[in-house]
RNA sequence: GGAGUCGGCUAGGCAAUCGCACUCGGCUAACCAACCAGCAUGGAUGCCGGUGGCGUCGGGUGAGGAAAGUCCGGGCUCCACAGGGCAGGGCGCCAGGUAACGCCUGGGGGGCGAGAGCCCACGGAAAGUGCAACAGAAAGCAAACCGCCUAAGCGCUCGGUCGCAAGACCGGGAGCCGGUAAGGGUGAAACGGUGCGGUAAGAGCGCACCGCGGUCCUGGCAACAGGAACGGCACGGCAAACCCCGCUCGGAGCAAGACCAAAUAGGGAAGCAGGCAGUUCGAAGCUGCGGCGCGCGGCCCGCGCGUGCUUCCGGGUAGGUCGCUUGAGGCGUACGGCGACGUGCGUCCCAGAGGAAUGAUUGUCCACGACAGAACCCGGCUUAUCGGCCGACUCCCACU
RNA sequence: GCUCCCAUCGUCUAGAGGCCCAGGACACAGCCCUCUCAAGGCUGGUACGAGGGUUCGAAUCCCUCUGGGAGCG
């Protein structure tokens, strides 16, 4: 058996046509720090993919923490997710977003979508 | 005690849980494999085992002083190359260090500071060509706008003396021919500076000191410094203007490059199959018709495009593997050197990913944590940066 | 990651060491013209990405930063 709080490369989008088609026919959800978009896979579980510019979020120690913020709230949530792909966007206003406000944020995206995909 | 200068070190700590990358060692029923060995078989292949993957458990290790900018220098790889030169780029006081450098160390010269110290692209302008707006007489070679002078030369004129007169002599004035560069003024910059002498007025015209120049002597590897006598000022600035001199540089970059290699299309070779007619001595070599497939079209006619199968070969795409971290390496120590650094000995192995590994939560302590993330690897430079610690030195105040 | 390029008014641009407190076009503001608008005319504001250096003098030459952009799978 697999631990369930694990995060591997079967749990990534990896290439550029898997984070396309989420982007054409995915479902979005959005706020001020990130762009989300969501679409069914027929993996049997959920997987992420990040986006995140440099440019949008300031440096490449900020890019990197953000994205191992946002990965670890993946992680924690990915047995309660439905089979989706998602991807997650950064905008302008993460740049100085603290931990506490990302959480609050990526917490009420999801349950957006969650509620959506139904 | 205060103010300051220089050099070096450090970059939140500890604990628990979950998670990530690499690695070592266990377990691994089932699943996956294009690798290896054995057996079966004519062969495709199958079976069994190993190894690996996936999974899981435990241990170890896991970003920086700038990892940054990509501004220099090298290693490495491929390409090019007989040798030499030209073109083009870079560098530029001297000596040393180094794999090399535009870096570093020591020294010289210049500038700043009271000092410790700091700063300097610092070769050549008597090889040549250029440039210098405006102002100013004049911007580079001696020339003279205002001014100063009228001694010498030339006549003119006024006064005086002498003389019968022509004229001579003395003194003055304006002028010509001239002399001069001290002063004025312009400019970023104006043809050595100051003083004395000198002169008609002046001037290196003469002298003293300073500056400058080449010569000689002394010290130093040298840059350069000191000294002597001489010259009598000629030789202004800009080379981050062209240039000259000396030294130096082949080009590209790990997306370099090497290897393995599916599918599809196309290339080559062999074999097989292939309706009719023409061309031809003959032949699927070519042409036409037909057949089949696809497209246009509601359908027919018509029009357009394509034309088989099997095996092998080479190039090569996706994908994968290597390059990928043991190195001009770190630490300690002894010796040489003022130092940068070098040599010897001992010891250690310290990130290697591939959408890219360090995070989250909780507790706790303190000085409440800056700038910031490796991507082939090193040596520098530059830029960003909250602080803390150590050492050396300077100046000021007080006390002994 | 690597290799390059660019930067002048709001926009597009001229400029090659002094003629430049930077010129032109469009845009903007005001005035004139018109019954009004447009067109036209007159006038005006506005820029050398930043900091050092060289030079008597820098948009221009040199260095260091900053901000954009392109190419390489």
Do not use: W
């Amino acid at each position: 058996m697999q631990r369930p709080l694990a995060f591997r490369t079967q749990h990534r989008l990896r290439s550029a046509p898997e984070f396309e088609r989420v982007y054409r026919q995915g479902i979005r959800a959005g706020d001020a720090l990130f762009g989300i978009s969501a679409l069914k896979n027929d993996h049997g579980h959920a997987r992420l993919g990040l986006s995140i510019g440099a440019k949008a979020v300031g440096n490449a120690v900020r890019r990197n923490r953000l994205r191992r913020v946002l990965r670890e709230h993946f992680r924690h949530a990915k047995i309660e997710l439905p089979a989706l792909d998602i991807v997650i966007t950064a905008r302008p206003g993460a740049r100085h977003a603290p931990t506490e406000a990302v959480s609050e944020s990526i917490v009420r995206l999801l349950s957006q979508i969650r509620k959506r995909c139904r």
